[in-house]
């Protein structure tokens, strides 16, 4: 099945303490996309990928990172998350910018 | 960076038609149009999108005015699984090709 999915669904952290959430795509596809979506605010792009190794921000990069190693793989790390981060985040993926987007189930984030 | 603005609720009744607007009056010559929904609890899902003439899918109808300041995303027959967030979404092109600008939103209702 065509998919997007991300990894883990949910998850409660800390102030400070690294985490990475995973996601993935099984469709061969070359666009890559993280956004992150809040109440009041919908949904606001943090970083989208062309292809390997090819990287570029979108309107909220600040506090995230991301690479691209791998055409299927496009982890999003937050390396020192704060509160202003509590967020539901979205990976998408499409064949190429101009292809409709897939998108995974989210990952809901909680930073305490 | 170009944005789009949309009415934050519409109301429909079932098995009407219904016609969400879109303005982009900062669009640039480049930009398409895309529109995706979002059904309560599920990320994004594409609806159609165009550049500059009227398109239509299984989905719906994108109607572009002449001078690409607004648009119309036109549901022939609204059912109740259409109740969702609509987004109306700039792709930019040129030297930000790839990103992605969302609007906040429309609310849609559907009445039995």
Redesign the interface.
């Given at each position: 099945e065509a998919q997007v999915t991300q990894n883990p669904r949910y998850l409660i952290t800390v102030t400070g303490k690294k985490l990475t959430v995973t996601c993935s795509q099984n469709m061969n596809h070359e666009?890559m996309?993280w956004?992150r979506q809040d109440p009041g605010?919908?949904?606001?792009?943090i970083y989208?990928s062309?292809n390997v190794e090819v990287t570029?921000k979108?309107?909220v990069p600040e506090g995230y990172k991301v690479s691209r190693k791998e055409k299927r793989n496009f982890p999003l790390i937050l390396e020192s998350p704060s509160p202003n981060q509590t967020s539901l985040y979205?990976c998408?993926s499409s064949l190429s910018?101009?292809n409709?987007?897939?998108?995974?189930?989210?990952t809901r984030l909680t930073v305490t | 960076d170009a944005k789009t603005t949309q009415p934050n609720s519409m109301e429909s009744n079932e098995e009407e038609p219904v016609h969400l607007p879109c303005n982009h009056s900062t669009i640039s010559g480049t930009d398409y149009i895309h529109w995706y929904r979002q059904l309560p609890s599920q990320g994004p899902e594409y609806v159609i999108h165009g550049l500059t003439s009227n398109v239509n899918n299984r989905m719906a109808s994108l109607a572009i005015a002449e001078d690409r300041k607004s648009s119309t995303l036109i549901l022939h027959r609204a059912t109740l699984r259409d109740a969702a967030v609509y987004y109306c979404i700039l792709r930019a092109g040129g030297t930000s090709y790839g990103k992605l600008t969302f609007g906040q939103g429309t609310i849609l209702t559907v009445h039995p």
């Open positions: 666009y996309s956004y605010l919908g949904l606001r792009q989208y062309m570029d979108g309107d979205f998408a910018i101009g409709e987007q897939y998108f995974g189930p989210g | -």
